[in-house]
Nanobody, 121 residues
Framework: QVQLVESGGGLVQAGGSLRLSCAAS????????MAWFRQAPGKEREFVAT????????DYADSVKGRFTISRDNAKNTVYLQMNSLKPEDTAVYYC??????????????WGQGTQVTVSS
């Protein structure tokens, strides 16, 4: 069982930066691949970024490539999302998720409650 708690959201002007954190409970955190998703008002939830359990591989949605960086610290049971050059279209609730399944588009077993990111123009 893994519990995920996001933090670090807030209001920022376009062009600014935020760093989201996702703290996980459970001693098996290092076994899980982690990901960030987001959901804007009136839109479906979409994939943002993912990182393998060893942090050896990352992947990003085209819309955030070159601006966002996902990382993890297994000693701290935490995954991060550094968001730079933020745009108003990045406004959404951001969720972290965990999975033991490898490969593209795996099902995610655990989800956090989300943290709001609002980018003003």
């Amino acid at each position: 069982q893994v519990q995920l708690v996001e933090s670090g959201g807030g209001l920022v002007q376009a062009g600014g930066s935020l760093r989201l954190s996702c703290a996980a409970s459970g001693r098996t955190f290092s076994s899980y691949a982690m990901a960030w998703f987001r959901q804007a008002p009136g839109k479906e939830r979409e994939f943002v970024a993912t990182i393998t359990w060893s942090a050896g591989r990352t992947d990003y949605a085209d819309s955030v490539k070159g601006r966002f960086t996902i990382s993890r610290d297994n000693a701290k049971n935490t995954v991060y999302l550094q968001m730079n050059s933020l745009k108003p279209e990045d406004t959404a609730v951001y969720y972290c998720a965990a999975t033991l399944v490898s490969g593209p588009s795996p099902p995610y077993d655990y989800w956090g409650q989300g943290t709001q990111v609002t980018v003003s123009s």
